[in-house]
């Protein structure tokens, strides 16, 4: 009887029968329409969205590795410096005075703030040879009467477009360039005058050489397109000036971000002071020297032609 009774389970425990399943055909056929319907679709969407997380982080380094390239390309080419700008064209008789490139001089944190700047003072630019123009046409439809007018807008077009480029841009160039904050000081101050003369520019006084606000409404009543074109000149100042203001905010975010300050720059104009000290103290003990080896070497030719003269 054991042995059958362990033959039996044996056999009952080795069956080869399939596992039964609980549920009429109808249950069995939503349930694989469920997955077919909604969990598939979920899984395919997971699987484009990794594809896509990984295609943007293979274009981000392949962006990244172009960058890098290029900026070895330029370091190559530009390691002398060779001045760039402003780009002239080849048959010009003058030459590119400065060397200015953002992605290679300018750290990539920065660029952005810098690409502002320089788009900032472009504008500039057109502000200036746009009040120039409005200014010419003045008193070519209304005569003498703004010569004044006219005279000064050909000397704020030809003087403050070069001087803009020197005195604030280019000095925020150098300044983010390296990391100097005397040249931050020299760009707060020289770009808060910036900001004063737009706000000049935008009231346009009259006989100032600025067709502003105030030379518009005198003008529209006697021409109206004259009129006009001072509406948009002055409107262009207005637009100037608080694009100063938003970008000086951004640049003194970025002097305290990067930790400069007063006392760094006062330190640095010691440093500078010191150093062009020590140059002239050397220059100077050269030349003190200099003057010690002619003296010797005259004395000694005068005591040769004395002794000669002597015994001759």
């Known amino acids: 009887w054991y042995q059958r009774r362990v033959r039996g389970s044996g056999a009952a425990s080795f069956s080869s029968q399939p596992p039964k399943q609980y549920g009429n055909e109808e249950t069995l056929h939503k349930q694989e329409e469920i997955n077919t319907e909604i969990l598939q679709p979920k899984a395919e969407k997971l699987v484009e969205d990794e594809f896509r997380k990984r295609e943007e982080d293979l274009e981000r380094r392949e962006r990244q590795l172009r960058d890098e390239q290029k900026r070895l390309e330029d370091a190559r080419v530009y390691g002398d410096r060779v001045p760039n700008f402003p780009p002239l064209p080849k048959f010009f008789p003058c030459t590119p005075c400065f060397y200015h ?126 009129g006009a ?4 000149v002055s409107l262009s100042w207005c637009v100037n000036c608080l694009a100063a203001v938003y970008l000086i905010m951004q640049v003194h975010k970025t002097f305290r971000s990067t930790g400069q300050s007063m006392e760094k720059a006062s330190g640095e104009f010691a440093a500078s002071a010191g150093s062009n000290r020590k140059c002239r103290t050397s220059s100077l003990e050269k030349s003190v020297n200099w003057f010690r080896t002619v003296t010797v070497v005259q004395h000694y030719n005068y005591l040769i032609f004395h002794w000669s003269y002597e015994w001759s």
């Open 101 to 226: 490139n953002i992605d290679f001089d300018i750290p990539p944190e920065h660029q952005i703030l810098v690409r502002r700047l320089f788009y900032h003072w472009q504008f500039t630019v057109f502000c200036y040879l746009f009040n120039f123009i409005v200014c010419f046409a003045l008193i070519c439809g209304l005569g003498s009467d703004y010569g004044s007018a006219f005279g000064l807008g050909i000397l704020y077009a030809a003087l403050f477009i070069p001087l803009s480029f020197l005195t604030w841009y280019r000095m925020a160039y150098h300044a983010v360039r390296q990391d100097s904050s005397i040249r931050y000081m020299l760009f707060f101050f020289m770009y808060g005058m910036q900001i004063f003369v737009s706000g000049i520019a935008a009231l346009g006084f009259g006989g100032g050489g600025f067709a502003g606000w105030i030379t518009a409404f005198n003008v529209i009543s006697k021409n109206g397109a004259l």
């Open 229 to 232: 074109m001072g509406i948009i």
